[in-house]
């Protein structure tokens, strides 16, 4: 690789060391409107060079097509980069715009071998319980991603949107590498009891939407007015009419910060989320996600910046004023089970 300008970090206590910055690729084929395959392509590989080793993806994105289209790349890098999938979302033949969350053994089975075909790997490097099924004990459920390991299907576990008690009941079946969950200047809910659990007992955080879906970088300022009819966050709450109006008016402190470092929204907000580690004394890799090369060497870009006690503070009450919730339903959040 050449220009690796990332440093690494460790998924929990026994997993893979991986740069401290990941890559979401769900937009890549799956929520955010149209895309350039070719783009796409281009912008794994400048990760690679950048330094980027943690790819992550799920079933869910696109129905399979998502993990799909990775493939070729994790093939021709097999032994660089760490794949992270995940199982739990099931889409209905009959309703592809539906998922139904399940945790239950054959379901998980179906799931990870689905996941392996498509991937066309012989073992996933980093295994996400998607979302939690409060049907279901997570002790099971963990219990069975346990065996995979033993089986060799997968090498490391992680959880995603789970409660620092749901955490604390599952490290107590097998160790987990990594949980993820949204983390940003606009989504700090986990800081109550799901941090404190993963710094604890030695579990990696992995913050997904760390850009606050886009939002924070003031790439658009109202997602029913900017973003085309097919994108997700169309859907969310704080993205839309009045919420988005106030929403946009927290960005100030974010453009103040920028501007002392010469640097953009994005890379301050990233920049914030990375020394969530030093704050808490844990491993912080977010996963921000992008389809464009020169996207991806601005948000490693943000690994380099360091923010004073000073600018902290100024950013510090951004969440605390941030209108409407992140999904329309939060139940199948951790914060709405806390």
């Keep these: 690789m050449t220009d690796s300008t990332v440093p690494t970090a460790r998924l929990g206590d026994d997993g893979p060391e991986v740069g401290v910055q990941g890559l979401g690729c769900m937009g890549m084929s799956f929520a955010y409107g149209p895309t350039d395959t070719d783009a796409s392509r281009a912008t794994l590989e400048r990760a690679l060079e950048l330094g980027v080793t943690l790819y992550d993806t799920a079933d869910a994105y696109g129905a399979g097509e998502n993990e799909r289209f990775l493939a070729p790349f994790f093939r021709a890098h097999r032994e660089e980069v760490v794949v992270a999938t995940k199982f739990a979302l099931s889409i209905p033949p009959d309703d592809p715009t539906r998922r139904i969350i399940r945790n239950d053994a054959p379901y998980i089975r179906e799931a990870v071998e689905a996941s392996l075909r498509r991937l066309d790997l012989d073992v996933i490097d980093l295994y996400y319980m998607h979302r939690r099924d409060v049907n279901v004990p997570i002790e099971e459920t963990v219990g069975v991603m346990a065996d995979l390991v033993r089986e060799g299907k997968v090498k490391h576990l992680g959880l995603s949107e789970v409660t620092g008690e749901e955490l604390r009941a ?169």
């Design 170 to 338: 599952a490290q107590a079946v097998h160790p987990i590498a990594a949980v993820q969950s949204e983390w940003s200047l606009f989504s700090r809910d986990i800081e109550a009891g799901v941090v404190p659990a993963a710094r604890e007992l030695g579990v990696a955080l992995v913050p997904y939407s760390p850009l606050g879906r886009g939002f924070l970088t003031g790439s658009f300022a109202d997602a029913a007015q900017d973003l085309t009819q097919g994108d997700f966050r169309r859907q969310q709450p704080r993205f839309t009419g009045d919420n988005a109006a106030a929403n946009a008016a927290l960005l100030a402190p974010v453009r103040t910060v920028a501007d002392a470092h010469g640097a953009t929204l994005g890379q301050i907000a990233l920049a914030w989320v990375q020394q969530r580690a030093r704050v808490h004394g844990l491993p912080v890799i977010p996963i921000p996600g992008t389809r464009k090369p020169t996207r991806v060497e601005e948000n490693t870009g943000a690994t380099r910046i360091v923010l004073t006690e000073d600018e902290l503070s100024l950013l510090e009450p951004i969440a605390d004023k941030v209108a409407g919730d992140r999904y329309a339903d939060m139940t199948f959040t951790s914060a709405g089970r806390e």
